[in-house]
Nanobody
Framework: QVQLVESGGGLVQAGGTLRLSCATS????????MAWHRQAPGKQRELVAG???????NYAESVKGRFTIGRDIAKNTLYLQMTSLRPEDTGVYYC???????????????WGQGTQVTVSS
């Protein structure tokens, strides 16, 4: 069972910065895709940022230009650098990783337990 452990959440004022980390229990290149998702109170979980094993990234429109997803290969750690934070960025942030397991494209996926980010106005 692959483990993903998030850290770095907290309370920050609007305009502030936070850096989330996700430590993995396996070589980070064994994931085909990794991502950060978030869930605000009363809302569905949504994709914030993703990165492929090849390093291609994608972002939700609401965070483009403010958030950066990255990896530390040596530490098998995924990061999310968040700047210019807004109250609407508040939520529980989850780390996600998956690997394609057959030719039909089925994926084995793992989720972290989540870390709370609260942005005050």
């Amino acid at each position: 069972q692959v483990q993903l452990v998030e850290s770095g959440g907290g309370l920050v004022q609007a305009g502030g910065t936070l850096r989330l980390s996700c430590a993995t229990s396996r070589n980070i290149f064994r994931f085909d895709n990794m991502a950060w998702h978030r869930q605000a109170p009363g809302k569905q979980r949504e994709l914030v940022a993703g990165i492929t094993s090849g390093g291609s990234t994608n972002y939700a429109e609401s965070v483009k230009g403010r958030f950066t997803i990255g990896r530390d290969i040596a530490k098998n750690t995924l990061y999310l650098q968040m700047t210019s934070l807004r109250p609407e960025d508040t939520g529980v942030y989850y780390c996600y990783g998956d690997k394609i397991v057959n030719v039909e494209g089925a994926r084995a996926s793992s989720w972290g337990q989540g870390t709370q980010v609260t942005v005050s106005s």
